[in-house]
């Protein structure tokens, strides 16, 4: 048994100021904004990573000043690769924070220099790549990213390896990278027995965490490296940064680890600066069943001492009873989307974001025997609890994921616009990308259902003075205050929304309404059965939705969304009005990193932020959206809203005046 965990090292490839991954060397994808990209592996707590600059490996110049802002933003020790041709490059890259430097085409072509920089940086410094495919029947060397075939054999390569004095060894099969058909350990064996002195990483070809062990375990690796197993989710082209938690790379290569703790340390991100003060309710009115107050638009607590959303809570009740008849109904509807996916790869089309009611959802209609399509909107600000949960659930599940990632420069300053514009539904831009990306899935896929993991049971109705959202809302918004064209995020305008809801027949049923739904429940479910980890609140799955939520709305607008979640959970008898209470007037201390990542993303220094949060407030009201054109056709989505083409929600939030 191993004395300590092997080491398992994300390799993340550099294009430009973008991470992308390839295949074979070729095809780069992108798959997230460098910055963000880092700052989730520094919360999933790897232990080292592998920076590899793929421009630079054939010719470009090396970023030095970008390579330092990402340097500032990686906590962990950090390898870089790419173009590195000299001792002063070396020591300079090392200087900006980089621990180790690869050197891959000058070892080929100049020995000498790498060997100066074993003894100026130290052996421990310097890692020996090597980049192999197989050419004419035996393994050759390709240098320059892969574009140039070396004379050296792979015997005289780790000779020179050795005689430069290099402190690692990383060897690459260019014919498995990016494949994810797992790592070439016969290439490996033979590296290991040509150097059996020196460290070897493995790197190409994982695609499943087993392959992440076999290396290490059965060919003599000391390490193993992977891109696409880090980015991706399961066997399919879909971004979801993700990495083994520790208990997992334990299980994974069978060793006990010691002293592991699993917790929150609240008061580690206590910040004065920002804190919420608690609640003052001597200027309203509030609900006797639940605790909404008179201040929540639409709350009517002037007609009587019910507010409206407790009335419409009894209405869905009504209309979604729990019992043997809701059983029926969720069996049926599994059945009606078996029938409906005959002679397809998917039945039905499932939104996931990490949460806890879409992964329970995944559950249940896998559980039914329905081929869900999970599809994932990735706005580049996903936290890392939310990745690992959506692996997690899926992989497990073996359903199938298609993760839509929009260029993050273009979406912050979507964001940047509706935090300009005054508004307090400024993660309007992320619900209204979802939906547009749930749709296009559904019409590219030929497929005719989209579920929801909605409850009204557990999250109750948005008021729609709180958030107000449509595509033309996103287009005013931008349009005035924006500075980068709107090219990859996927906006919902009007007719695309009615040609998907009125002309294509594609559905949209939340059948969570059918279920018995307790949250505590499903948390604790998921976890035992999953390994899902609870993230710390309602749409605290994403890092700008939980800046949004937990300090945006109420330090700007005096909003405290979880006034909404928790008189949904009293409605429904899952929490008692007095604990809700409490916990409504209660301070709050977001979380200061939080709020930093934000000012930092957007380009904010505390001067304009500040400025911004006590600037003239506005509502969607200011500005062109298509709620008229909801009214003036408020016949047709009532029929579409009783066909199942729209949610009710919709019907009564944005049809009526």
Known sequence: MLSIRPRVIPALLLENDRFVKTRRFEDPQYVGDPVNVLSIFNDLEVDEMLLLDIGAARGAPIQLDYLRRLTTECFVPLAYGGGVSSVEQADRLVREGFEKIVFNTTLLNTPEIVADAVRALGAQA??????????????????????????????????????????????????????????????????????????????GGAGTREHLAEPILEAGASAVAAGSQFVMQGGRDSVLINYPSGAQLTALFQEEREHRSVGVEDDAHVDARYEIPGRDLSTTVMCERCITTSDVPGARLDEGPICYYCSLHDELDAQYPTGASSTAAMHAFAERLKRSGEGKKYDCIIGV????????????????????????????????????????????????LETYVVDNTEYDDIYRSFIEAGVIDIDTPTDIGFMGVLYRAAEKHGIKHIVEGHSFRTEGIAPRGWIYMDGGYIKSVHRQFGTVPMKTYPNLDFLKFLKWSAFSGIERTRPLYWVDY?????????????????????????????????????????????????????????????????????????????????????????ARFDALMTAPKHTYRDYPTYKKWFERLRPLFWVLMKLNRVPKSFYVKFCRP
């Open 353 to 400: 974001s990490g949460g806890t009611d879409s992964s329970y959802l995944a559950h249940l209609l896998v559980e039914l025997g329905v081929r869900p399509l999970a599809v994932h909107f990735d706005n580049t600000w996903n936290s890392p609890v939310a990745t690992s949960n959506i692996y997690a659930v899926l992989d497990k599940l073996g359903v199938d």
């Open 126 to 203: 310097v890692i020996a790549a090597v980049d192999v495919r197989a050419y004419d029947g035996e393994y050759r060397i390709f240098g320059r990213g892969g574009t140039e075939l070396s004379p050296l054999r792979l015997q005289e390569w780790s000779r020179l390896a050795t005689e430069v004095g290099a402190g690692e060894i990383m060897v690459t099969s260019i014919d498995r990278e990016g494949t994810r058909a797992g790592i070439d350990l016969e290439l490996v064996r033979e590296v290991t027995r040509l150097l059996p002195e020196v460290p070897v990483i493995a790197h």
């Open 518 to 606: 307790h949250k505590e429940e499903a948390k604790r479910f998921l976890a035992d059965r999953y390994g899902w980890e609870w993230y710390g609140g309602h749409h605290l799955e994403n890092r700008f939705s939980a800046f949004c939520h937990s300090y945006f709305m109420p330090k700007r607008f005096g909003v405290n969304f979880r006034q909404i979640e928790f008189s949904a959970l009293i409605r429904s008898g899952q929490m008692e009005r007095q604990v809700a209470l409490e916990r409504f007037i209660a301070p709050r201390y977001p979380d200061p990193q939080l709020i930093e990542l934000l000012k930092k993303r957007l380009g904010y220094d505390d």
